[in-house]
């Protein structure tokens, strides 16, 4: 049976109407939910009954800047992921960004290329699979971090008994890297468990 991906939810929030309708058509294009608005003032209400996974915002609006957009996005919801994009960037205005957990700045005109690599890196960060692959990744690292918190190990634990690296474990539990046979192998040794065990309900 086929795993269904939810569509990741996606606002957009600038008040040049003509940027909101192409990175709307460009988002929507690359399969995403997406909603514009050229009034950053109906942030705080689409926030708290959209759903979203992910705000793409304006730094330079008339009514409220981004920073502030940010900080009432913030009060709503701790855990959306913000992309801030503005055509006048600056070091007071990254690091504000930065502080209210802003997960990348970007200088407008974008490269559409370079958008979609700091949306994929996003979307790992945050969890959320595209791909049948990604979701079959995520369900690995979530089965992988379950079986080892039940037997009380650590990740320094499991290196030593698999000789894979802190590291490339941790990765594989987050799903920011996909595991060879070999390892999951290794990992599946020494969790005491089968190989088959690690993909879940899948």
Do not use: W
């Amino acid at each position: 049976m086929p795993v269904e991906i939810p569509a990741v939810r996606i606002l957009i929030v600038d008040d040049d109407r003509a940027i909101c309708d192409y990175m709307q058509t460009l988002l929507e294009r690359d399969g995403f939910a997406v909603k514009a608005l050229s009034d950053p003032t109906f942030v705080e209400e689409e926030l708290r009954t959209g759903g979203y996974h992910l705000c793409i915002l304006d730094l330079m609006m008339p009514k409220l800047d981004g920073i502030e957009v940010l900080r009432r996005i913030r009060k709503i919801d701790s855990d959306i992921a913000v992309v801030i994009f503005t055509g006048y960037p600056n070091l007071e205005s990254a690091v504000a960004s930065m502080k209210l957990d802003a997960v990348d700045y970007i200088k407008k005109p974008f490269n559409v290329d370079e958008f979609r690599e700091v949306l994929a890196r996003v979307m790992r960060k945050k969890g959320l699979a595209r791909t049948p692959e990604e979701q079959l990744h995520r369900v690995i690292g979530d089965t992988i971090r379950n079986l080892r918190k039940e037997k009380d190990l650590t990740l320094k634990q499991m290196s030593r008994r698999t000789g894979l690296s802190v590291s490339l474990l941790s990765q594989i539990e987050r799903a920011e890297s996909s595991a060879s046979i070999s390892s999951l192998y290794k990992i599946a040794i020494a969790l005491e468990s089968r190989i088959q065990d690690l993909f879940g309900e899948y």
